[in-house]
């Protein structure tokens, strides 16, 4: 069975950081490019971030570009998302999820994880 | 790299059909066989109902179709059920990024 479980979200003060992990099973993490998305309450998905195979090409949207760093660790199935400089903008319930089948579709999600940016 | 477009609302009455429209630009959308639409029902993290513009995941429907014409991609369900309401997203491949919509409210009267 595939699963994707997020850990280390919270409360975090506008200027603050955060890492976000993810832990997968149920599959060969180390064959799929994997990605985040993120869900502001009451708004729509965003597209955040993605990262190849074996890490060394890696895309982020224009808003968390500088700020935050997606990243991977094949040997225990890990996926990161290092988030420094926090805005309120960035309160969101973020999912990490596998970037299959096809390009920019997401057929595995994690359960999310909540990132509140509030002093 | 901006939103996909897509309709707020939508509606239709059990048994019917209705269609929800998505479009981007031909630098997405437009550009690549690469859309796929998310189901959203409260609290819970999005499905997979279509990818690629028309193949669906196992255990989909076939209720569930997809298509594209030019910069607009579209979601189209059949036989409308209770169950379908809920909100769709979709997103499109842009060239090493992903970009969503905005999503759709889809009411089932």
């Known amino acids: 069975e595939v699963q994707l479980v997020e850990s280390g979200g919270g409360l975090v003060q506008p200027g603050g950081s955060l890492r976000l992990s993810c832990a997968v099973s149920g599959f060969t993490f180390s064959s799929y490019w994997m990605a985040w998305v993120r869900q502001a309450p009451g708004k729509g998905l965003e597209w955040v971030a993605n990262i190849n195979q074996d890490g060394s090409r890696n895309y982020h949207v224009d808003s968390v570009k500088g700020r935050f760093t997606i990243s991977r660790d094949n040997a225990d199935s890990s996926l990161y998302l290092q988030m420094n400089s926090l805005r309120a903008e960035d309160t969101a319930v973020y999912y990490c999820?596998?970037?299959?089948?096809?390009?920019?579709?997401?057929?595995?999600w994690g359960q999310g994880i909540l990132v509140t940016v509030s002093s | 790299q901006s939103a996909l477009t897509q309709p707020p609302s939508a509606s239709g009455s059990p048994g019917q059909s209705v269609t929800i429209s998505c479009t981007g630009t031909?630098?997405?959308?437009?550009?690549?066989?690469?859309v796929s639409w998310y189901q959203q029902h409260p609290g819970k993290a999005p499905k997979l109902m279509i990818y690629e513009v028309n193949k669906r995941p196992s255990g989909v429907p076939d209720r569930f179709s997809g298509s594209k014409s030019g910069n607009t991609a579209s979601l189209t369900v059949s036989g409308l059920q209770a169950e379908d309401e809920a909100d769709y997203y979709c997103?499109?491949?842009?060239?090493?990024?992903?970009?969503f919509g905005g999503g759709t409210k889809l009411t089932v009267l």
């Open positions: 999820v596998r970037d299959d089948p096809g390009y920019a579709a997401f057929e595995y």
């Open positions: 997103t499109s491949y842009a060239g090493s990024k992903g970009v």
């Open positions: 031909s630098s997405d959308v437009g550009r690549y066989n690469y």
